[in-house]
């Protein structure tokens, strides 16, 4: 009901265009308060905590099989078609679950499960991620200034665990650390701030934008096929190159010959992706010669490290580091081999700003001036730019 009243008030206009959606949009808070209040959840919850470590036991045990014997469609002739007029008792839907979604699942924790690349979980990232969800949303400073800070630090902490350079770190004042959705995500993201960088260095931030066609970008044939689907939604061309008969390692010598083509032919060099880890041999690609080429050739240089950068917290591996410093962007997925839920993906910038430049369009993160209590909150008091 209060939160009825407050959309009411903040939202009186939108609300005399679209009284059916606001109806609706209350009606489903109250529904939901109905279905399970706090004394229902504290019940519900335990019943969840045991439920989840009894599964993980059972993985242990080899007490499930690892793979499903299941066909596609599965699902579908199991399941009700139409969603249900009233709502099910908990104990029906972890019935439904146990019977229906794990039998279908495929267990990555098993220890006979040897496809993909392991994962693995901890219980305390499982309640981590429990707790996070409790607190809402946190996607920017203003949304949740303790998360968003929370994460800031937690990376400048992992950074030092995994002997990343001081200008990788939040607190460097220069470059940074953010959490990303996937490593797909992080090369996506590094892609299109290297794009802006180098239209800017060509034409100015004011002139009018060449056609993003004749941009290249390139990486080994073993790179992931992400930095394929990058490149498409860049709308920039990508060149896979031949890699080391013997470490499997991108050649450098391929990639200064294609860069020098690529020029001649009238197109702009911009991006290279190497990888920490491939996909199909976790080979390592070497970041002081691929590094050199691209700060020889001004290309923006990204490390994919997706599987093998876990490995960096144990100092023995730091040798695949030589030539970080020549890097302007990093990422890796702690759910891989850091005991992390499922996905998680970090990625560190050289220079926050180059980031910033790509994908800023609004006002930018700010924090009020005054200390007042923001009564309505689609309407902030004057700010100061971070």
């Known amino acids: 009901q209060f939160l009825c009243h407050r959309l009411q008030e903040g ?21 939901q308060l109905d279905a399970m209040d706090a004394a229902e ?7 969840l905590i045991d439920f989840i470590a009894d599964y993980i036991e059972s993985l242990n045990g080899n007490r499930r099989e690892a793979m499903p014997r299941v066909l596609p469609g599965y699902l579908r002739q199991r399941l009700p078609l139409r969603p249900p007029d009233q709502p099910e008792t908990w104990e029906r839907v972890m019935s439904d679950v146990e019977e229906h979604i794990l039998s279908g699942t495929a267990h990555w924790l098993h220890p006979d499960f040897n496809a993909y690349f392991p994962i693995g979980i901890s219980y305390a990232s499982v309640l981590g991620d429990l707790l996070s969800s409790s607190f809402g ?18 990376l400048d902490w992992l950074a030092e665990m995994m002997g990343m350079p001081a200008h990788f770190r939040n607190d460097s004042g220069i470059g940074g650390g953010a959490l990303q959705g996937s490593a797909s995500d992080c090369v996506l993201v590094s892609m299109l701030a290297a794009r802006k960088e180098k239209l800017t260095q060509l034409i100015g931030k004011d002139a009018e934008p060449l056609p993003v066609s004749r941009l290249v970008a390139y990486c ?3 790179a992931h096929p992400c930095v394929d689907k990058a490149a498409v939604i860049c709308g920039v061309r990508l060149r896979r190159l031949g890699y080391d008969d013997e470490n499997l390692a991108l ?10 083509e690529d020029r001649q032919l009238g197109l702009v060099p911009f991006y290279v992706c190497a990888v920490l880890g491939t996909t199909a041999c976790a080979s390592c690609d070497n970041l002081s010669d ?24 144990c100092p023995e591996f730091r040798p695949l580091l030589q030539g970080i410093e020549l890097v302007d962007s990093f ?15 970090v990625l560190w910038v050289k220079s926050q700003s180059k980031l910033k430049d790509a994908f800023v369009s609004g006002p930018r993160a700010s924090i009020p001036v005054d200390d007042a209590p923001i009564s309505n909150p689609l309407a902030l008091p004057t700010c100061t730019e971070l």
């Open 11 to 31: 939202l009186i206009s939108q609300a005399k265009r679209s009284r059916k959606h606001l109806f609706l949009f209350c009606r489903c808070i109250e529904l």
């Open 41 to 47: 959840f504290r019940r519900c919850g335990k019943q």
């Open 137 to 154: 949303v946190g996607f920017t400073w203003r949304s949740n200034p303790a998360l968003t800070e929370l994460e800031r630090l937690m």
């Open 220 to 222: 080994s044939q073993l």
């Open 251 to 260: 050649r450098c010598d391929l990639l200064e010959s294609a860069v020098l």
């Open 290 to 313: 691929v590094g050199a080429v691209c700060h020889r050739e001004q290309l923006w240089c990204h490390v994919d490290a997706a599987y093998s950068g876990g490995a960096l917290v």
């Open 331 to 345: 990422n890796f997925n702690p759910s891989k081999w850091l005991l992390c839920t499922f996905d998680a993906s």
